[in-house]
């Protein structure tokens, strides 16, 4: 089928919208209608050649729609199911996820994350050409074909413009914060970068109990968000030294968790120097691909510190994914909250110079 997708031709120059060839859904794979996409920093880095991928490839990797066609032997989903994209489609066999750490699947690495279909291969083509899925999703697009494990069912009565989200920048925030960090009720934590991750580690931190939870970032309306979302403070690090702020705000201690949801060398740096004797930083911001941070050695040693990476929530998607729409439903999860501004596909350019000038908490494109 025909279809309008938003290419990248060549990294750091804009997206094309234009006419892309879908072919049908492969054993296994379904053809899903898109309803609505998250724009992700995700998103923005390949598109600016911060992380290296091989082009023409059709980005997008969070949002939801509904099913339209099923390839042969597909169990899991039912045409007019209404889904949420999963772009951690894990292969159910391979040893990380028979030990039950599906979003560290080994095919990941052989396909998903080189941009093909689980399976292999691409089912898009523009002007005789190959081009890829974004990690395995590419859903800034009218349609996708994705693997039967890429699309989770969800209710159909919660609306598309909610559920966009929840697929990456809901489930890698508030699964840092449950699932990788296991955070304790009353602990005293720390969010550097509160963008769409950031917020729901803000959350997630509210969910669980924790009695301080200390926002930072250098933008003060998504500071204002985060209050929203449940922070109990607000540092502004363009004015204040974040360390010696979270420091004050817990006594001089530290806190027991630091999330760095921006991983730049500098914040890597003021995340373990905030955190306490026995603390923890988790990780899970990805800036350029060459990044390094460096760990000042002797208090990292003597304090017991831990330094954890994160990825996609260190969770199971297929349980994490409807557990974060049902808490939704119970008024215990803003979802419409972090969504600030809706966009056209036509506009996938304007969404992600929004995005990469820090005006947004979450832009939304709408189809
Ligand atoms: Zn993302
Ligand atoms: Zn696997």
Avoid at 201 to 211: T, Y
């Amino acid at each position: 089928m025909q279809m309008q997708a938003a290419i990248l031709w060549r990294q750091g120059e804009p997206l094309v919208v234009e006419s892309v060839d879908l072919a049908p859904p492969q054993a296994g794979e379904a053809l899903v209608k898109v309803k609505a996409a998250g724009v992700c920093h995700s998103d923005l880095h390949p598109a600016r050649g911060d992380w290296p991928i091989e082009t023409p490839v059709v980005l997008g990797h969070e949002g939801a729609g509904v099913v339209e066609e099923i390839g042969p032997g597909v169990e899991r989903l039912r045409p007019g199911d209404h889904i949420i994209f999963c772009w951690a489609p894990a292969c159910g066999a391979c040893q990380s996820c028979v030990a039950g750490r599906p979003v560290l699947c080994d095919r990941l690495e052989r396909t998903t994350y080189r941009n093909r279909m689980p399976s292999g291969g691409t089912r898009l083509r523009s002007n005789g050409q190959e081009v890829y899925h974004f990690i395995s999703t590419a859903c800034f697009a009218e349609y996708a074909v994705v693997a039967e494990e890429g699309a989770i069912p969800v209710p159909p009565e919660v609306p598309f413009d909610v559920l966009a989200t929840v697929g990456c920048a809901v489930m890698t925030g508030v699964g840092a914060v449950i699932r990788a960090a296991r955070v304790e009720a009353g602990s005293r934590v720390a969010i550097i970068g509160c963008g769409g991750v950031g917020l729901n580690m803000v959350q997630g931190a509210a969910i669980v109990g924790c009695e301080r939870i200390i926002a930072v970032d250098v933008n003060a309306a998504k500071l204002e968000i985060a209050t929203i979302f449940g922070a109990t403070h607000t540092v502004d690090s363009s004015k204040t030294d974040p360390v010696a702020a979270i420091r004050e705000l817990t006594q001089g201690r530290g806190a027991d968790y630091v999330f760095d949801s921006v991983g730049l060398p500098t914040t890597v740096a003021q995340s373990l120097q905030a955190t306490g004797k026995g603390g923890t930083v988790v990780l899970t911001g990805l800036a350029r691909f060459d990044t390094l941070a460096s760990i000042p050695t002797f208090p990292f040693v003597m304090q017991e510190k831990r330094l954890i990476g994160s990825v996609y929530g260190s969770g199971q998607p297929q349980i994490d994914i409807p557990r974060l729409v049902a808490l939704y439903q119970a008024g215990k999860l803003k979802l419409r909250e972090l969504v600030s501004r809706g966009f056209s596909l036509a506009e996938v350019n304007t969404a992600l110079a929004t995005l990469e000038h820090g005006e947004v908490a979450r832009g939304i494109i709408l189809f």
